[in-house]
C-alpha cells in the first residue's frame, strides 16, 4: 500500500476526519473529543491509535489544572493536499504533505492582552484570511480551466493511438507516454510493468523516443 492509499484508508472513517478536524483548531484529550462527538472514550482511543500509528497525530501528557493526574493530550503532525482529477483521457492523483507547527499559546500575553487589542488581532487574522482564500479561488478556477484542456489534448491522443495501434501493450505504453511527460524510459516501464527494451523499442517506432522529445523540449526553451 503506497503513502495515498494508506491516507484514503485512514480518512475514509467520518469519525477520524472530525477528530482531526478538531484536533487542527487545538489540541484535545480523549473526554474532550468524546463528548464533543458523542462517542465512548474507548471508541476514541481506538481511532487515536489508528492516526497516531501512521504518524498524523502525536500525544504527550500534561498535568491537570483540577490537581488530578496528567492525562494524554493529542495534536496533529502532518498536513496534506490530496488531489483526484478525473475526466475524458484523465486520471491523476497527488499527494502534498505538510510537516505541522503549532505555536505555543503564551498564557500571560494573553491574559494581558485588553479586549481591543484581541479584536484588532482578530480581524487582522480575519482579513488576511480572506484574501488568501480569494487567491486560492482564483488558482483554483485557472487550474480547472488547464484541466479541461489538458483532458482534450489527452483524448485527442488517446482517440488517435487506440485508432492506429492494434497491439494492447504498445497501446498502453503510448498511453503512459502521453500522460507522464516527466518519465523517462525505464521509469514507464517499471510503472507498467514491461521490459525496458519492449519501452523503448515502443517509443522510438511510434514517438521518437523519450530523450529525443526532451532535447527537443530543452532547443525550445
Known sequence: MDELDMLLSVIENPTRRKILEALMREPHYPLQLSRELGLSQ????????????????????????????????????????????????????????????????????????????????????????????????????????????????????????????????ERRVLYAYMQRPELDEKDLARTLGLRDEYVKDTLERYAGGVKDDRRGQRQER
Open 42 to 169: 474507548q471508541g476514541i482511543m481506538k481511532h487515536l491509535k489508528v492516526l497516531e500509528d501512521y504518524d498524523l497525530v502525536r500525544s504527550y501528557s500534561e498535568e491537570s489544572d483540577q490537581g488530578g493526574p496528567s492525562r494524554k493530550i493529542y495534536v496533529p503532525t502532518t498536513g496534506f493536499t490530496i488531489t483526484v482529477d478525473i475526466g475524458p483521457g484523465l486520471f491523476n492523483t497527488e499527494l502534498v504533505k505538510r510537516v505541522l507547527e503549532m505555536d505555543d499559546v503564551n498564557e500571560k500575553e494573553m491574559s494581558s492582552s485588553d479586549l481591543k487589542e484581541f479584536k484588532d488581532k482578530l480581524m487582522q487574522a480575519r482579513g488576511k484570511i480572506r484574501d488568501i482564500d480569494r487567491e486560492l479561488e482564483a488558482l483554483a478556477e485557472r487550474r480547472a480551466r488547464l484541466i479541461q484542456e489538458k483532458e482534450k489534448s489527452l483524448n485527442d491522443a488517446y482517440n488517435l493511438i487506440e485508432a492506429l495501434i492494434d497491439d494492447y501493450h
